[in-house]
DNA sequence: TTTTCTAATAATTTCGAGATTTTTGTGGAA
DNA sequence: TTCCACAAAAATCTCGAAATTATTAGAAAA
């Protein structure tokens, strides 16, 4: 197995729900879950760190991010500001084959938040959930004609998901993201560049008051994810 | 010499002029440089790859970026955007405290600009403009009230410098460097965001046209830096 | 001459042991 | 009981050698 491999793992596990938020991440408990040596591992580590999905001290290893509101607000801030403006360029520059592409990614997830709203156990819909999800956000930005904006997206993303990973997830929220998607999709199918930013805004809202977080996930009922 | 040194060490080397466009990184060069081992030059090269100043390719090791004016558009784009909005939410949250440390910012790379405009020899001046123009443009941002915005604009504002680094400076942008500074600072200090938002867009306006760039020092006039 | 295969060289990557530092656990004094 | 010092344990960090892979050089064939 190569370290880029690990390194391809250890990401998604670390953005769902693969360890606890502030959990400790051992070079040594890690080395035998991948087959391989503790330097390995640690390189790999170093490299998420710059990415922000792992924290690191010196001398006091390697551990994945609190969980903090301040923090999401401040990546759904980011998220916004980047989403908005990827996806006005692509309004701009993408043409046909780019809404094409954005409606496909559309049908796709609400194919998915349909039949989770539907169904008594949702947990085996996560996995398509999460890639659908990102997939779309992704295609509002694919033709922006920036790779470097692409990149931060895909960075500042993954972050504010690691943030929101929780055990016991209520995925009541699907109701109100079918609409914010498709409120998305409309406004950048008619050109509406500035209609398009306001409803990323609205998608991601109410993640910026740092005060409106749910610490307590049992107590939660109207939020997360 | 701890390793945290070496990356910044590195860090300042890969931003101002300390290698080539394109230049290959061999671990086993650098360890003899700072007198450590491969495997220690290895990991801060991992970290500097995940902030983007060093590219790495697997089984074909470590290299400084090539010079690319796609990539300088891309992070000037980027810059604005990011330094826009920072120093908008400044303004409305900053006070009397960061209007004053603005200012005390501006005084100090004004002072520097001048008189790199009536030296002969400009070089001895390099480490000292870099220094106070990165913390003017931080300055801007301070009380933006997102340390994740700031970490994100440092990264962006390193990869940019980056690509701007020549070993033949031509250093004769100065005296509209040290206009469109002013106009930032007026415009911030009066409180206008809309404004400012226009000024620091003028600023870096030159880099966003690819076919603006000069590939070969020599023929540069008015561009660079 | 040009192309292709092979051998030699050089670079990258992995690994585990030893050195250093932090954390944990125990006992004694205030 | 609470605090501090000291010892033991565990974790992190550094290092150089061995294994793997890429690159170069030269010879043979087209």
Redesign the interface.
């Known amino acids: 197995m ?1 370290d ?1 491999d690990i390194h391809a793992d250890l990401q998604h596990r670390l953005i769902s729900n693969g360890f606890e938020h502030g959990e400790k991440l051992r070079a040594e408990q890690l080395k035998q879950h991948y087959g391989c040596s503790a ?1 390995t591992v ?2 790999v580590l ?2 998420l ?3 922000g999905l792992v924290d690191f001290q ?1 001398q006091r290893g390697f551990r994945v991010p609190a969980m903090s509101a301040t ?1 999401l607000a ?2 759904a ?2 998220r916004i ?2 989403e908005a ?1 990827g996806t006005a360029l692509s309004i701009r520059h993408g043409g046909v084959a780019w809404e094409a592409r954005l409606t496909a990614a559309h049908h796709q997830l609400s194919h998915i938040e349909k039949r989770i709203h539907a169904a008594e156990d949702r947990s085996p819909f996560e996995g398509l959930w999460f890639q659908a999800e990102l997939e779309f956000h992704q295609t509002l930005i694919a033709a922006c004609q ?4 692409k990149a ?1 997206h895909l960075q ?1 993303y993954q972050r504010f998901r690691q943030q929101l990973m929780v055990a016991d997830r209520s995925f009541d929220f699907i109701s109100k993201n079918i609409q914010h998607h498709h409120a998305i999709l409309v406004a950048a199918l008619e050109g509406d560049e500035a209609l398009t930013r306001e409803k990323i805004h609205d998608h991601l809202a109410r993640h910026l008051d740092p005060a409106n977080q749910t610490q307590n996930p049992q107590a939660s009922r109207s939020s997360a994810i």
Chains 1, 2 share one sequence.
């Open positions: 190569f880029t330097s640690r390189e170093f490299r760190a710059s990415e010196e923090l401040e990546l801030h980011l500001l980047i403006e920036s790779e470097t904006l931060t500042i």
